[in-house]
T-cell receptor
Framework: DQQVKQNSPSLSVQEGRISILNCDYT??????FLWYKKYPAEGPTFLIS?????DKNEDGRFTVFLNKSAKHLSLHIVPSQPGDSAVYFC??????????FGTGTSLTVIP | DSGVTQTPKHLITATGQRVTLRCSPR?????VYWYQQSLDQGLQFLIQ???????AKGNILERFSAQQFPDLHSELNLSSLELGDSALYFC????????????FGPGTRLLVL
């Protein structure tokens, strides 16, 4: 069973516009969430995290929003740049437990 | 560069064979995690070691085993390989043992023919 879902396999956005990547989870015990970015032939790279005590965390052009009641989180990239083109994974865990990863969303930023 | 190294980068082998994948964590990290990524799949957690001891187990097959050595490097052993074992295998490390950012290596691409 897939406890973390990224329902959009791909997303295309014009350079300079906002990219919004979505992630849904089913386990209400999840209290810590991560986003990773992955380029081809490389391992995932940590991007940003959020714990369940917050509903927003911002780091430069990247903002993660958490809606606990909807069991939904999203990653906003503003403004999007061609170098942001990559696969983005969200991951979630409950205290003391493993991380569950989504299947990823491939973002293409068009110059 | 995450500081996590994995060898080999690529591995081609035949069904029924056994292979060993190696991972060296970042300096100072005590936890090592192994993940499998098959085509169009997310990262599936296999197993975690913390300071030499098995800490958590995920969807790891009985044909697979892992260990972490005193110098903290880890090996993932895959035996009686099947075509479906073809995948990317990632190792990650973190300083502690729970709920913190994991730093991933570049992965080993395994192809079973």
């Amino acid at each position: 069973d897939q406890q973390v879902k990224q329902n959009s396999p791909s997303l295309s956005v014009q350079e300079g516009r906002i990219s919004i990547l979505n992630c849904d989870y089913t386990n209400s015990m999840f209290d810590y969430f991560l986003w990773y970015k992955k380029y081809p032939a490389e391992g995932p790279t940590f991007l940003i995290s959020i714990s369940s005590i917050k509903d927003k965390n911002e780091d430069g052009r990247f903002t993660v929003f958490l809606n606990k009641s909807a069991k939904h989180l999203s990653l906003h990239i503003v403004p999007s740049q061609p170098g942001d083109s990559a696969v983005y994974f969200c991951a979630a865990s409950a205290t003391g437990n493993q991380f569950y990863f989504g299947t990823g969303t491939s973002l293409t930023v068009i110059p | 560069d995450s500081g996590v190294t994995q060898t080999p980068k690529h591995l081609i082998t035949a069904t029924g064979q056994r292979v060993t994948l190696r991972c060296s964590p970042r300096s100072g990290d005590l936890s090592v995690y192994w993940y499998q990524q098959s085509l169009d799949q997310g990262l599936q957690f296999l197993i975690q070691y913390y300071n030499g001891e098995e800490r958590a187990k995920g969807n790891i097959l009985e044909r697979f085993s892992a260990q972490q050595f005193p110098d903290l490097h880890s090996e993932l052993n895959l035996s009686s390989l099947e075509l479906g074992d073809s995948a990317l295998y990632f190792c990650a490390s973190s300083p502690g043992w729970t709920q913190e950012t994991q730093y991933f290596g570049p992965g080993t691409r395994l192809l079973v023919l």
